[in-house]
């Protein structure tokens, strides 16, 4: 005999907060991977890997190459950006 089924009632539309985006710093966060891979480049560069390990070398130059691709994209982002509303105004969201 199976148990009877419960109906769920439909739940009440409950007042949540409107959370707001994090702030970071992501010029800061690309400038230290870019640091990361810069500093491996000047390593692999001074060790000199074998011929069958030279893409290692292309690996880091690749991620220098989307680090400035990142800066460029995450300062145009900010330049575009409306401009934040004070923390205490009220929130417009119903």
Do not use: K
């Not at 893409?55 to 220098?64: E, K, M, P, Q, S």
């Not at 190459?65 to 145009?76: I, K, S």
């Amino acid at each position: 005999m199976n148990p009877p089924q419960r109906r769920e009632q439909p739940a009440e539309p409950s007042q949540r907060p409107v959370l707001q985006p994090l702030r970071t710093n992501d010029t800061r966060t690309i400038q230290v991977g870019m640091g990361l891979w810069a500093a491996a480049l000047v390593v692999l560069v001074i060790v000199q890997p074998g011929a069958d390990h030279r893409w290692w070398i292309w690996t880091c130059v690749a991620g220098l190459a989307g680090g400035v691709f990142g800066l460029w994209y995450v300062r145009r982002r900010d330049r575009h950006a409306p401009e934040d509303p004070p923390d205490d105004a009220p929130s417009t969201a119903g």
